[in-house]
């Protein structure tokens, strides 16, 4: 094999391309608004980021259930965690990035401590402590076991995280899909942003699940050959 | 399970007394990051004690991932890891204790920093009661939620990195929620703090329950 890509990743891919291009044009051509003149056109990618993180991370709890619960315990489940950990990371990057780009002109500031943004950047690092684990080298049923709890735990960690930081303070702005608050344009655009990010993220995680089976193996085999040259040096006068 | 936990709190309380680790060396330094602070705040412009409960609790949380490291460092000497495996003890039982014992340590730690704030900040403990109640959850939780990364971490050649960026993020809501209660506390206005022990006691069960659930799988596996 010498690309991780298929048919149905290839489709995805070109979906997921078409979508993005689609976002971007009807982001860039949305009217201006009142208030936050073009500042406003981030709403056909912000959200839909943040969702993405959002679902990226909720399937890498899914995963790490998935493997560590015995009867569904598979190579494939730590792999579908670990994947959809790192795209994850990626895309709460990007969400904490374009919220300060879009906070700075709209509340005058590149950050604030309202609980929307608190919880994510928490998330972040979270996460990034999820993907630390998981990079301590190890048998890899070990690291697996090892990753799959972290990955359970962050589950618990981001809603009680959220609660506390809730009740601390409020100051992002609500639903956005609240009946009567958008304009048609903006609602189309941001739906499709939704759409293409969320193929993006299927066809990121897709490919990196492939890497990391692929890493395995090359772990595994590269042991198995290096064993061989040892006993063949052995043998050998 | 709460025999084994004795047992097994016993034994981490007899290490510390024999090696006085925590004491001669923990307790030192939390005093030493409160000393800090004041170097860091200028202490003449009352913004240390209006931060007191803040830097307080940063102390604890500082010296708890050291308590934590420690707590699991007497596991890899002499393979004692492993025969805690073949102990035959309930793995629930060996949280419950290693926790336990992570949290006598830190009582001390705190009373002996609670000290500290009050002579070296000027703080008031107005709201004793609130202030007691809310270590206690504080505490509880910060060693629960220790003891499952502590194990987690014990057996990597990176723990000393890997654990403070597993904790920390996990105990965020500690550090608010017990900063504010606290400082209700030391203003005298307790009324306020009382609400926050809520959010303290939900993470305390919370990680009690994983570490009862979870230890196991994580001492046997990982």
């Given amino acids: 094999m010498t690309s991780t890509a298929s048919r149905g990743t290839r489709v995805i891919g070109a979906l997921a391309l078409v979508g993005l291009v689609v976002t971007v044009v009807m982001g860039l051509t949305l009217p201006l608004t009142e208030e936050q003149l073009e500042y406003s056109r981030l709403i056909a990618i912000h959200p839909a980021i943040a969702w993405c993180a959002y679902l990226a991370f909720f399937v890498t709890a899914l995963g790490s259930a998935l493997y560590l619960w015995k009867s569904t315990r598979a190579p494939l489940w730590d792999h579908v965690a670990v994947a959809s950990a790192e795209v994850g990371v990626v895309f709460t990057a990007l969400t904490l990035v374009t919220g300060s780009i879009w906070g700075r002109p709209t509340w005058g500031v590149w950050w604030v401590w309202d609980a929307r943004l608190t919880t994510t950047a928490l998330m972040f690092v979270l996460y990034l402590g999820y993907l630390a684990v998981r990079r301590v080298p190890a048998a890899p049923d070990v690291r697996a076991t090892r990753a799959a709890v972290v990955g359970l735990l962050a589950a618990v960690v981001v809603p009680i995280n959220h609660y506390t930081v809730e009740w601390w303070r409020t100051l992002h702005q609500g639903e956005s899909l609240a009946p009567g608050t958008l304009d048609g344009r903006f609602k189309v655009a941001m739906l499709v942003g939704f759409l293409a990010m969320t193929l993006a993220y299927a066809w990121l995680l897709v490919h990196r699940m492939r890497v990391e089976r692929l890493e395995e193996r090359l772990e595994s085999e590269g042991l198995d050959l290096a064993i061989a040259e040892r006993q063949a040096e052995a043998v050998a006068p | ?222």
């Avoid at chain 2, 290490?15 to 005093?31: C, D, G, K, M, Y």
């Avoid at chain 2, 204790?97 to 009373?111: C, F, I, R, T, Y």
């Avoid at chain 2, 704030?117 to 703080?123: E, K, M, N, Q, R």
């Fill in chain 2, 1 to 222: 399970m709460w025999r084994d936990a004795m047992v097994i709190a016993g034994r981490d309380l007899r290490i510390e007394r024999r090696s006085r680790v925590v004491t001669n060396q923990v307790l030192p330094f939390a005093l030493l990051v409160i000393v800090l602070f004041a170097f860091a705040l200028d202490p003449d412009r009352g913004v240390l004690d209006r931060a007191a409960a803040g830097l307080f609790w940063l102390a604890v949380l500082f010296s708890a991932l050291l308590a934590i490291q420690r707590s699991f460092a007497i596991e890899a000497t002499d393979e004692a890891r492993d025969g805690l495996r073949l102990s035959g003890l309930d793995p629930a039982g060996i949280f419950l204790g290693k926790a336990l014992a992570v949290a006598a340590q830190l009582v001390v730690l705190e009373v002996v920093l609670t000290a500290g704030i009050a002579v070296l900040y000027g703080s008031e403990l107005r709201g004793p009661l609130l202030l007691a109640a809310t270590a206690l959850l504080a505490t509880i939780g910060l060693a629960a939620a220790g003891t499952i990364y502590g194990v987690l971490a014990a057996g990597l050649r990176v723990r000393e990195t890997l654990l403070p960026l597993l904790v920390l993020p996990v105990v965020a809501p500690v550090l608010l929620a017990s900063t504010r209660a606290w400082e209700a506390g030391l203003q005298g206005v307790p009324g306020e703090g009382w609400s926050w022990l809520r959010i303290l006691g939900v993470f305390a069960v919370t990680y009690v329950a994983v570490g009862i659930a979870a230890f196991g799988t994580l001492l046997e596996d990982a």
